[in-house]
């Protein structure tokens, strides 16, 4: 049975725009969930754009995402809270991100990053535990 906290991104190089694969909530459908984004390795003059998509089939992603951290250029940690409970249909997510980078040398970005879910909920009772 799936549980969270799950990576929605295991801790992986960019070096281009791309998706991380899907991830089914299961039981976690409907809740409020926290992404945790983190950025390992990084050079300077670039930036990454990391959003979270939802879909209730696996395959319509839709139009745009259920949640996006905003615009990072450092090695850090980030989270952003998912809530999910105006969309019941979403039974999937993933997360997509565009990369950039400028200035001289290399023109390829370099990431070394990875994104997590976590439930809120289920963190607090394991704190208190």
């Keep these: 049975m799936f ?3 799950e990576f929605l991104l295991q801790e992986s190089t960019i070096r281009e725009a791309g ?3 899907e991830l089914s ?5 409907g809740s409020t969930l926290i992404a945790t984004l983190g950025i ?5 003059q670039e930036s990454i754009d990391l959003s979270i998509w939802g879909s209730a089939d696996g395959a319509d992603w839709g139009a745009k995402p ?3 951290f905003p615009q990072k250029f450092y ?3 980030y989270q952003a809270s998912i809530d ?9 997510l993933r997360a997509k991100w565009q990369v950039n980078r400028w200035g001289k040398g290399d ?4 990431f070394e990053a990875y994104v997590f879910l976590q439930d809120p909920r289920r963190q607090s009772l394991a704190v208190g535990a």
Aim: hydrophobic content about 45%; glycine content about 8%.
């Design 19 to 21: 998706a991380g694969p």
């Design 84 to 92: 999910l409970s105006a969309r019941p249909d979403v039974k999937f």
């Design 25 to 29: 909530l299961g039981d976690d459908a």
């Design 3 to 5: 549980m969270l906290p």
């Design 66 to 68: 259920i949640a996006a």
């Design 107 to 110: 023109s390829k970005p370099l």
């Design 40 to 44: 390992t390795r990084i050079v300077e």
């Design 75 to 77: 090695c850090g940690t």
